[in-house]
């Protein structure tokens, strides 16, 4: 693998540095768990959409740049280097529309993407459900067959972004008498403000609703709604699930920028004696390195024309645990400072406690690694 860049990537970072020097508001815009700071960020979007900065790796006829793998990492690190907000679109652009890339209809990329590219439509993941979380395949809620599509009826939990979002993804049963779990699922496209759902927020430690529950009663949704064919949900969820632990979801750019940010905090905060926290620091700075590499050469593959494969699931236990140590490395800087204050770190704390969770709970992909990596025989399952 070639670790230079060439010269049109180099050019691409500069354009992407000189826009985001140009608009990346001054002052942070308000946490996105707030009414107000979503409809800030939701601006944001629109403001990046507008330049066609929002989503640089689709193509250009969904207001993408059309560039390849590599560039959306260069893009990335340049983002979040300039301190650019977070992307409440997040669960949109990189989980529903690769999937919808990958198995969706021409029809549906064409009403679904151009909005969710400018933020005027955010999107919403909602899988989990009570008894459902890492053993997805055990879902209850239904989708029974009705005139012109489908009735959906069940709840949803932990749904990331649903207290504000417009519209979620997920998978429902529809087929009940299938022998296997994985079998007879169908995955639907739906509005949060249709009559029949209830949205419920979840405040987090700090009171925020980061997440939401869902009650579904009886709401339709029309067959163009259908992601992939009917029956078949388990087989495009996995292709969601592939990029969310995989590329997409954490890029190394967001925790580069972290660790330097951290290697500052360091020098304006750190005793200069006290060498145990010198060394988490450095291992901040080391991991954040190791990870920016890692991505790139599973990026290489898949522009090789590789699949994500099972190494997603390196991916999220990496980065998961990774987020928690760099942030109470931060906390530790800060000492009192850091607990009581409102500050990026503190938010950033709360939020990475929930990274071994979500994506697939890391015991799940320690499994998928012991089984489909190292050939180890299946064990607690």
Excluded: C
């Amino acid at each position: 693998m070639d670790l230079d860049h060439s010269p049109a990537d180099e050019a691409f970072r500069a354009e992407a540095r000189a826009w985001l020097a140009a608009h990346v508001p001054l002052a942070p815009l308000p946490s996105l768990e707030t009414a107000e700071g979503f409809a800030a960020h939701r601006a944001w979007e629109s403001e990046l959409a507008a330049d066609r900065w929002s989503v640089v790796s689709w193509p250009t006829a969904y207001g993408g740049r059309g560039v390849d793998i590599v560039r959306w990492l260069v893009f990335e690190e340049e983002y979040y280097a300039a301190g650019a907000p977070g992307r409440v679109s997040q669960n949109g652009i990189n989980l529903l529309a690769p999937t919808l890339f990958d198995h969706g209809t021409q029809e549906q990329r064409a009403r679904v993407l151009p909005s969710m590219a400018t933020g005027e439509t955010i999107w919403a993941q909602a899988w989990s459900e009570p008894e459902a979380g890492s053993d997805l395949a055990s879902l209850t809620s239904r989708a029974v067959r009705t005139d012109g599509g489908w009735l959906l009826s069940g709840q949803k939990t932990w749904s990331s972004r649903a207290a504000f979002a417009d519209r979620a993804f997920g998978l429902f049963r529809s087929e009940p008498d299938t022998p296997k779990p994985h079998q007879g699922l169908t995955y639907l496209m739906f509005d949060l403000r249709a009559p029949g759902v209830t949205v419920r927020p979840i405040g987090r430690l700090d009171g925020r609703p980061a997440f939401a529950e869902l009650f579904l009663d009886s709401v339709f949704v029309p067959d163009e709604d259908v992601i992939g064919e009917v029956g078949q949900g388990w087989r495009v969820a996995m292709s969601t699930a592939g990029n969310e632990r995989g590329l997409t979801l954490r890029s190394p750019g967001r925790f580069l920028a972290a660790a330097d940010r951290l290697a500052d905090l360091w020098r304006t905060h750190a005793d200069p004696a006290d060498t145990a926290l010198r060394d988490r620091v450095a291992d901040a700075v080391i991991g954040a390195r190791a990870y920016q590499l890692f991505t790139y050469a599973g990026a290489s593959r898949f522009a090789a024309g590789e699949p994500i494969g099972p190494e997603s699931s390196l991916n999220k236990v990496f980065w998961s645990e990774y987020d928690i140590a760099l942030h109470e490395t931060a906390l530790d800087l800060l000492g009192p400072e850091g607990e009581l204050a409102d500050t990026d770190w503190s938010e950033g704390y709360v939020f990475s406690l929930a990274g071994p969770l979500y994506a697939g709970t890391n015991e799940i992909q320690r499994d998928i690694i012991a089984e489909r990596l190292l050939g180890l025989p299946k064990g607690r399952r």
